[in-house]
């Protein structure tokens, strides 16, 4: 079991940089892959970016290429997400997920992020 809160989310301009973490809990975290996803209003829930547990493979969403960038601290059972050259379009409740590339079985309840233009 692996419990996930985000937090870092806010109000920013467009062109700002905001970095999201979750904090989990449990003692399978270090061995579960972890990513970011994210819900726009009216739309439905797109992956951002996805990590491996050992850290040694990523991917990205071809709209946060090169401005998103995942990263995990295992000592410190959080994963990280900084987001970079904001824009509009990236507004949404960004959500945590725990578990494999195939299948995310634990999430987070999320956290707003606005990015205003």
């Known amino acids: 079991q692996v419990q996930l809160v985000e937090s870092g989310g806010g109000l920013v301009q467009a062109g700002g940089s905001l970095r999201l973490s979750c904090a989990a809990s449990g003692r399978t975290f270090s061995r579960s892959d972890m990513g970011w996803f994210r819900q726009a209003p009216g739309k439905e829930r797109e992956s951002v970016a996805a990590i491996r547990w050992s850290g040694g493979i990523n991917s990205y969403a071809g709209s946060v290429k090169g401005r998103f960038t995942i990263s995990r601290d295992n000592a410190k059972n959080t994963v990280y997400l900084q987001m970079n050259s904001l824009k509009a379009e990236d507004t949404a409740v960004y959500y945590c997920?725990?578990?494999?590339?195939?299948?995310?079985?634990?999430w987070g309840q999320g956290t707003q992020v606005t990015v205003s233009s």
């Open positions: 997920a725990a578990g494999s590339f195939n299948n995310w079985e634990f």
